[in-house]
T-cell receptor, first 112, second 114 residues
Framework: DQQVKQNSPSLSVQEGRISILNCDYT??????FLWYKKYPAEGPTFLISISSIKDKNEDGRFTVFLNKSAKHLSLHIVPSQPGDSAVYFC???????????FGQGTRLTINP | DAGITQSPRHKVTETGTPVTLRCHQTENHRYMYWYRQDPGHGLRLIHY???????DKGEVSDGYSVSRSKTEDFLLTLESATSSQTSVYFC?????????????FGEGSWLTVV
């Protein structure tokens, strides 16, 4: 049972445009959500997070949106840059829990 | 930088042999994790530890065991490696943020079972 799903295995975006990565979850107990970025041959790195008391969190070019009623979150990258090409994982947890549940990942390619 | 060191970083082993991966941290983190990453599956939790000698299973723990005899080291052992355990293994620690817990990963250990 996949509790966190990223239904798009890959996404290709032109440099300078907006990249939108999507993530859906099924467990209504999740109340903390994170995005990670992973380059080849490196460990995943934390990018941005959001708690369920918010519907938006922004950090520079990265914004995460949370729609609790739809059990959906998205990551917006504006403007997209070549260095953003990577695999992006969304993750979710329950407050106080020490474990994260990850989605399958989306490979983002930024084209010049 | 999460202050995590994984070893070995790359290993090729034969089916049926035991393999131990080591995760070493220097910042006295209480929680430590082992994840594996496979195409189409994302990152899946194998085992985690919440203190010395305190460990628990994750979602894909079959075929794996762990030990934590001191705070700084968390060992993952494949008792008898199989080809299905060919994967990238990531150790991780938890840092508590303003609301939730954020996991930080090491650089990974690439394991090939032939």
């Amino acid at each position: 049972d996949q509790q966190v799903k990223q239904n798009s295995p890959s996404l290709s975006v032109q440099e300078g445009r907006i990249s939108i990565l999507n993530c859906d979850y099924t467990n209504s107990m999740f109340d903390y959500f994170l995005w990670y970025k992973k380059y080849p041959a490196e460990g995943p790195t934390f990018l941005i997070s959001i708690s369920s008391i918010k519907d938006k969190n922004e950090d520079g070019r990265f914004t995460v949106f949370l729609n609790k009623s739809a059990k959906h979150l998205s990551l917006h990258i504006v403007p997209s840059q070549p260095g953003d090409s990577a695999v992006y994982f969304c993750a979710a947890s329950v407050q106080g829990a020490q474990k994260l549940v990850f989605g399958q990942g989306t490979r983002l390619t930024i084209n010049p | 930088d999460a202050g995590i060191t994984q070893s070995p970083r790359h290993k090729v082993t034969e089916t049926g042999t035991p393999v131990t991966l080591r995760c070493h941290q220097t910042e006295n983190h209480r929680y430590m994790y082992w994840y594996r990453q496979d195409p189409g599956h994302g990152l899946r939790l194998i085992h985690y530890s919440y203190g010395v000698k305190d460990t628990d299973k994750g979602e894909v723990s079959d075929g794996y065991s762990v030990s934590r005899s001191k705070t700084e080291d968390f060992l993952l052992t494949l008792e008898s490696a199989t080809s299905s355990q060919t994967s990238v293994y990531f150790c991780a620690i938890t840092l508590k943020g303003g609301f939730g817990n954020t996991i930080y990963f090491g650089e990974g250990s690439w394991l090939t079972v032939v």
